[in-house]
Every structure is written in C-alpha cells, then in structure tokens.
C-alpha cells in the first residue's frame, strides 16, 4: 500500500511563495519518480514538475525559473517551492509517485490534493 500526504497550500497574493511538501508511505515499492501535478476548474490536471532518483528534473513551461522541485528519498518526500506566484497558478495541486510495485507491476499514485489560491 502507498499513502501520500500532502502540506503547504494556501492563499497567498501575486508574487508571494508557498512550499509543497508531500511524504509516502512506500510498501514494496521501487520509486521511478515523484512530483506535483494541478487541476483548476474547468481545466485538465497537469503536469507541473517532477524528479527522477537520478535528481532529473521537468517543468511545465509556465514554472520553469519559478518553481524549483526537490527530493529527500531518505524519507520519501518531495518538495515543490513556488515562487513569483500568479493568478494563473491557482488550482488544485497532487503530489504523484511512479514506480514499481514489488519490482514488477508499474504503478502510480495520487495525494488527496492541496489548494493553493493566488489572489491579492
């Protein structure tokens, strides 16, 4: 089983910073990656950033020089800094794990979410 918990989302106003955390639970798990994806309303979730254990690193274009996602695999943590906030940055956002399970079946698993609301 794989539990992921999430902290750090707010109301915070444009050009503030917020700071993702999101801890796993791992049973017999072999880590691939781990990283933040958001949903706004009336949007598809997507992508915002992510880092392999090899400590490689993607970033949707519109955070990229904002958002700076770290790892502690010691603890099965990520992080995800978020500064310059904007508007447009406002949504729903879910820590991710992917990986293997029991060094076989590929999984991915999803926190229950944090919101983070950029508004002056």
């Known amino acids: 089983q794989v539990q992921l918990v999430e902290s750090g989302g707010g109301l915070v106003q444009p050009g503030g910073s917020l700071r993702l955390s999101c801890t796993a639970s791992?049973?017999?798990?072999?880590?691939?990656?781990m990283g933040w994806y958001r949903q706004a309303p009336g949007n598809q979730r997507e992508l915002v950033a992510r880092?392999?254990?090899?400590?490689?690193?993607d970033y949707a274009d519109s955070v990229k020089d904002r958002f700076t996602v770290s790892r502690d695999y010691a603890m099965n943590t990520v992080y995800l800094q978020m500064n310059s906030l904007k508007p447009e940055d406002t949504a729903v956002y879910y820590c991710?794990?992917?990986?293997?399970?029991?060094?076989?079946?590929?999984?991915?698993?999803w926190g229950q979410g944090t919101q983070v609301t950029v508004s002056s």
């Open positions: 991710n794990v992917d990986g293997y399970q029991s060094m076989a079946e590929r999984r991915e698993y």
């Open positions: 791992l049973n017999a798990f072999t880590v691939i990656a």
């Open positions: 880092i392999t254990r090899g400590g490689n690193t």
